[in-house]
């Protein structure tokens, strides 16, 4: 049984209040259950409520171990590191992942830094609990006991990885901060416009977005960076890194995706919103099932 819960479904920051109760306003968070093995996905401000749920079930059956996968270092998807309870309990053990930036900056200096003295009571150096961390790019990682996780390059302002994780023919696929790659060379009305350049810009963004739905091909679950629509995103937000709910979708299509779940919810959605929304984009498609993320939805293959 492969199975996903979420407990943080927005993006950027977190956005508590009566207008998101619904969806829920903590920031990128997923718990993902390969039968016994547990896997998570980003340290967002909802990895506090997963701590509790942890100390509270999976440490009357023993120590509390996981392999933690974070996508990137800004500041939704780490932010929630430092209050994770289970790492104050020194029989945790948890293998984390994460890509190397430039200049060998890595996710351990990131959180190092996070938790720094003027920043935080708690250096990462004194949590009792074990850590490992190992720095990946595009690879492919053996978790053991059947479960495989494939990581890839997305298009984000920071790098930034896209997770696959495949058990006993299953797929769970984890694509959140990533915009559809877009040929800048194509403005005709621009004095340096070159066609020759236009030509290789298109190629190129072609290439890569192939290369996206190639590595979502028949994912069970697809996990879709979703906080604009369409209108919004040309309106303004092109190279914010993000995508559209129409992108998600035809990425989704293209690549035979089973569930498409919307993710990564602009901080200023309310719940009526994201109900307008959902309204708007699901489809009477047996090919696609598009859900809303929500805090607390469980999905299980």
């Not at 920043?119 to 690879?139: G, Q």
């Not at 920071?158 to 877009?182: M, N, P, S």
């Not at 416009?193 to 190629?203: F, H, L, N, P, V």
């Amino acid at each position: 049984m492969l199975s996903i819960r979420f407990w943080g479904t927005r993006g950027s920051i977190a956005s508590p209040g009566k207008e998101t109760v619904e969806f829920g306003g903590n920031t990128s968070c997923l718990e993902l259950r390969a039968d016994g093995r547990l896997v998570i996905v980003d340290f967002g401000t909802g990895i506090r409520a997963l701590g509790g749920s942890l100390l509270a079930n999976d440490l009357k059956k023993g120590p509390i171990s996981a392999d933690i996968f974070v996508t990137h270092t800004h500041w939704d998807h780490i932010i929630g590191f430092p209050v994770f309870a289970p790492l104050f309990i020194p029989t945790s053990e948890f293998r984390i992942y994460g890509p190397v930036m430039p200049e060998g900056f890595t996710l351990h200096r990131a959180l190092e830094l996070a938790t720094d003295y003027p920043f935080w009571p708690v250096h990462i150096s004194e949590f009792p609990a074990k850590l490992t961390f190992t720095d990946i790019l595009e690879t492919t990682l053996d978790l053991g006991d059947g479960l495989t996780v494939i990581s890839k390059m997305l298009n984000h302002p920071v790098i930034t990885l896209g997770y696959r994780f495949e058990y006993k023919g299953k797929t769970i696929a984890v694509v959140t901060d990533h915009e559809q790659f877009w040929n800048p060379f194509g403005d005709e009305s621009d004095p340096m416009y070159s066609a020759e350049a236009d030509y290789e810009g298109r190629i190129s963004a072609e290439t890569e977005n192939k290369k996206l739905t190639d590595f979502l091909v028949n994912a069970d679950i697809l996990v879709h960076d979703s906080s604009y629509t369409e209108a919004e995103y040309r309106n303004g937000k092109q190279n914010w890194g993000h995508t559209s709910y129409e992108s998600a979708i035809k990425n989704s299509k293209i690549a035979g995706v089973r569930n498409l779940i919307i993710y990564h919810h602009e901080p200023s959605r309310t719940d009526e919103m994201l109900r307008g929304l959902a309204a708007q984009y699901v489809e009477n498609d047996s090919a696609l099932k598009i859900i809303t993320a929500k805090e607390g939805l469980v999905l299980t293959i």
